[in-house]
């Protein structure tokens, strides 16, 4: 009879854990529901590549962090708070600091002194660096989705001045290489779209890929249609570089390490333990050196980065439009060609795709400045794991 009881009992307990397993997957399903209903943002591309993405899977499950656990990892509030430290500013982003909080914590679930901790870490380092990469892959996507659209209007804008001159050339109103120039310009005005709408949909597989979406998911993400408005001034330097030593995720691992050790040797011998703990206070130096250098670089980038986004949106794409208003003031009293509409034409396109980049570029700086206050993922000052530094167009199309 006990023995009826005790299996009656086991049946029970597993069906119940099974049960609550299917609704934890239930819910974990709803939220990616939910976060495809909507465009894409920089936390929901971040959240959704924690929720769904494989290689989180697959870290999550080794440092014991199931379905159950993974949106309070997300949503709840972190574990441990720092004093002065508010997550909730606009460059230290909640869900970021979230995960990183609780991936400390499964990190230390374990003994810190165990050679098995360094795989852990391992793992939830490259948890971190996928949530960065999916939020720089949403503003890659973004921006060549809106040069497309732009090289789309671009071409319509020359099509009809092509139709324009072929009119007058016909009439006698222009010449035969007036006509021809008007023909080259739409041609290579096309090539760029081709070469536009290729990137496009290239840098939207690679953020599919960041967010770990596939099949169906993938024809559900949603771009906004621009970006957001820029900000009306930067996060200010102060007291960043303090936060940086006192909340970054290597700093906080290095601390705990030094705690481990300390408390490991001193039960030992007082003498061993200040042997041992020199070098682990020296490297703890060398690491606040170096992460107050790469919170530094990535200010100062952030910073020339967001001048220079304002820059193009308030003096290049206004001035290029007001130009453009004149020019097609001065065709309709007969006082300029059509070569020169299609000049202005290159040149006004010119000015917004410089804009278009240079609020790429700030959003992606800021991320970096993020990355260098999480401190994972870093390699040395002002680089960060994208493949290269940041020097020219090309990287961001690396992740």
């Not at 005005?189 to 770990?212: N, V």
């Not at 490297?283 to 250098?293: N, T």
């Not at 794409?317 to 300029?336: C, W």
């Amino acid at each position: 009879m006990r023995a009826l009881r005790l299996a009656v009992a086991i049946a029970w307990l597993l069906s119940a854990t099974s049960a609550f397993a299917q609704t934890a997957q239930e819910r974990l399903q709803q939220r990616e529901n939910e976060l495809l209903s909507f465009p894409v943002s920089q936390d929901s591309a971040a959240e959704m590549a924690f929720l769904h993405h494989p290689t989180i899977t697959r870290g999550l499950a080794m440092l014991g962090i199931d379905e159950a656990k993974r949106l309070a990892a997300v949503h709840g509030p972190p574990q441990t708070r720092v004093r002065g430290l508010d997550p909730e500013t606009r460059i230290e982003r909640a869900i970021t600091n979230n995960v990183l909080d609780w991936l400390m914590q499964a990190v230390l679930a374990a003994n810190p002194a165990l050679a098995s901790t360094h795989v852990r870490v391992g793992t939830a380092e490259e948890i971190g660096v996928t949530l960065f990469t999916a939020r720089r892959a949403l503003i890659s996507a973004l921006a060549a989705a809106q040069e497309a659209d732009l090289q789309d209007r671009l071409v319509a804008a020359l099509q009809a001045t092509h139709d324009l001159a072929q009119q007058m050339r016909r009439v006698g109103n222009a010449s035969h290489l007036d006509a021809m120039r008007a023909e080259r310009s739409l041609a290579e005005a096309a090539a760029r779209r081709t070469a536009a709408r290729a990137l496009a949909a290239l840098e939207r597989e690679r953020l599919a890929h960041a967010m770990g979406l596939w099949g169906q998911d993938i024809e559900r993400m949603q771009l906004p249609p621009r970006f957001p408005a820029l900000p009306g001034s930067v996060v200010g330097a102060e007291g960043m570089e303090a936060r940086a030593v006192a909340w970054r995720w290597d700093m906080r691992r290095l601390r705990v390490s030094i705690e481990a050790s300390n408390a490991a040797t001193l039960s030992v011998d007082t003498s061993a333990h200040e042997a041992d703990h020199g070098p682990l206070t020296a490297q703890l130096d060398e690491m606040a050196v170096r992460a107050r250098a790469e919170v530094r670089t990535a200010w100062i980038s952030y910073r020339a980065a967001f001048d220079l986004a304002r820059h193009g949106r308030d003096q290049l794409v206004p001035i290029a439009k007001r130009i453009s208003e004149e020019m097609l003031l001065r065709y309709n009293g007969m006082l300029v060609s059509v070569s020169a509409l299609l000049v202005d034409a290159a040149e006004q396109a010119t000015a917004v795709v410089q804009a278009l980049r240079a609020e790429r570029d700030f959003w992606l700086a800021e991320i970096d400045l993020q990355q260098a206050l999480a401190g994972i993922g870093i390699l040395h000052a002002g680089v960060f794991l994208k493949g290269q530094v940041r020097d020219s167009d090309s990287h961001h199309g690396t992740h």
